[in-house]
C-alpha cells in the first residue's frame, strides 16, 4: 500500500513549513517532524516489498525536500540507518532495534561518509576497532555525523586488522563524545555533530557486519537511491518559485533561457526513472540517475535565481535558500568527484 500523501502533506503542513526559516537561520533540527512522520507509520516496511518501501520513503523525502532539503537531508540520514537494519544479518537488530527505529522509539543516522570514499580510494579510514570476547572497542574521530540527538543510534565502519567491522552505536555510549558543527552556508538544522571515539565498547548485539565491505558493496544503491528525491524536490520547489513570479516587470522573464514548464519536465522524467530504478535497483542504475538529478537541481536553482532577480539575493529569501541547498547536494557523499569515479567502475 502507497503512504497517504494527504496526511504527508497535512504533518508538512502542520510541522515543518512553520520551522523553516528557524532551520535555515538558527540551526534548528526539526526533530518532532521526523518523530511525526514515525509515529504516522511513515516509515513501516511491515509487509512491504522492496519497490515499495524505495518508493514511498522517496516520495517522504521527496515531498519533504520540496519545502526543506536540510530536513529532508535528516529524514535520509535516518532511512540510511533503516537500510542499514534491514540488509544485517543481525536478528537482534532487525527484531528488536529496527521496528524502534521505524515507529520513532529511536532515530537514526548514516556515520559512513568517511567508509564510503574509503572504499573509493578517497580517504583513510578514520575508526579502528579492537576485538573483544563480548564485541569491539572503537577508538578515532569522525568530522561530521548529521542527524544526531539523544534518542539516535547511527551505524560507523571501523578497521580491524585486514578486515573492517561495521557496528551501530548509541549517542549515548560511554565514551563516546558529540561536538555540534554549524557555521555552514546551508544546512545548519542537520544537527551536526563530529564524534570522538575513546574507547567506545560495542557489544556483539550491534554488529552489523563483521565483513563490513561486502556488506557496503550490498547497501551502496539504496544508500545513493535515497539522496535523488533530495534534488527532485528542490527541482519541483524551483518550479514553484518561477511561476510565483512570472508576471514580474511585465512578463518579461519569458525571454529567459529556462522556463518552468522545462523543469517540470525534467522533474517528471527523474520521477520515472526513480520508479523504474527501485524495481531493479543496482549501482549501475542509480548512480548515472544521481549525477544526472544533481546537474538538474543546480540548473534549476539557478534559474530560480535569475526569474526572481535581485528579491532573490535577499537574505532569507527562498531562492537563496533552494542555492545553497542545491550546492550541499552536490556535495553530499557520495560527492559530483566521487559519482564521476564510480561511474568508471560499474
Not at 57 to 86: N, P, Q, S
Not at 99 to 125: C, R, V
Not at 154 to 173: P, Y
Not at 174 to 191: D, P, Q, R
Request: hydrophobic share 40%; proline share 3%.
Amino acid at each position: 500500500m502507497a503512504i497517504n500523501i494527504e496526511l504527508l502533506h497535512q504533518i508538512i503542513d502542520e510541522k515543518l513549513k512553520p520551522i523553516v526559516k528557524k532551520v535555515d537561520e538558527q540551526a534548528f533540527y526539526a526533530e518532532e517532524y521526523i518523530l511525526a512522520l514515525a509515529n504516522a507509520g511513515f516509515f513501516d516496511s511491515t509487509n512491504k516489498d522492496v519497490p515499495t518501501i524505495l518508493q514511498d520513503e522517496a516520495a517522504i523525502v521527496r515531498e519533504t525536500a520540496k519545502v526543506c532539503m536540510t530536513t529532508a537531508f535528516c529524514i535520509w540520514c535516518h532511512l540510511a540507518a533503516l537500510t542499514y537494519l534491514r540488509h544485517t544479518e543481525n536478528m537482534y537488530l532487525r527484531k528488536t532495534i529496527l521496528p524502534q527505529i521505524e515507529q520513532g522509539e529511536f532515530l537514526g543516522a548514516t556515520g559512513l561518509s568517511n567508509p564510503m570514499k574509503y572504499y573509493s580510494g578517497l580517504e583513510k579510514l578514520h575508526l579502528s576497532a579492537e576485538k573483544t570476547a563480548d564485541g569491539y572497542i572503537i577508538n578515532g574521530t569522525l568530522p561530521a555525523v548529521s542527524n544526531l540527538g539523544q534518542r539516535h543510534y547511527f551505524g560507523v565502519i571501523a578497521t580491524l586488522d585486514d578486515q573492517e567491522v561495521m557496528v551501530l552505536v548509541s549517542t549515548k555510549a560511554n565514551g563516546l563524545e558529540l561536538k555540534e558543527k554549524v557555521g555552514f552556508i546551508g544546512v545548519n538544522g542537520s544537527a551536526t555533530y563530529s564524534c570522538k571515539f575513546e574507547k567506545v565498547f560495542i557489544p556483539n548485539e550491534q554488529v552489523i557486519a563483521h565483513e563490513a565491505k561486502a556488506f557496503c558493496d550490498k547497501i551502496r544503491p539504496t544508500f545513493i537511491y535515497y539522496q535523488i528525491p533530495l534534488g527532485a524536490g528542490v527541482i519541483a520547489a524551483a518550479v514553484e518559485g518561477i511561476e510565483k513570479v512570472k508576471a514580474k516587470q511585465n512578463g518579461s522573464n519569458e525571454y529567459l533561457q529556462v522556463q518552468a514548464t522545462d523543469l517540470e519536465a525534467t522533474y517528471k522524467e527523474i520521477l520515472h526513472d526513480l520508479n523504474g530504478v527501485a524495481q531493479q535497483l543496482t549501482l549501475k542504475s542509480v548512480v548515472p540517475l544521481r549525477l544526472k538529478t544533481v546537474e538538474n537541481t543546480l540548473a534549476a536553482v539557478q534559474a530560480n535565481m535569475l526569474h526572481n532577480g535581485a528579491a532573490g539575493y535577499v537574505a532569507g529569501s527562498v531562492p537563496s535558500r533552494k542555492l545553497r541547498e542545491a550546492y550541499f547536494f552536490a556535495n553530499l557523499t557520495p560527492t559530483v568527484r566521487h559519482l564521476q569515479k564510480l561511474q568508471t567502475k560499474i
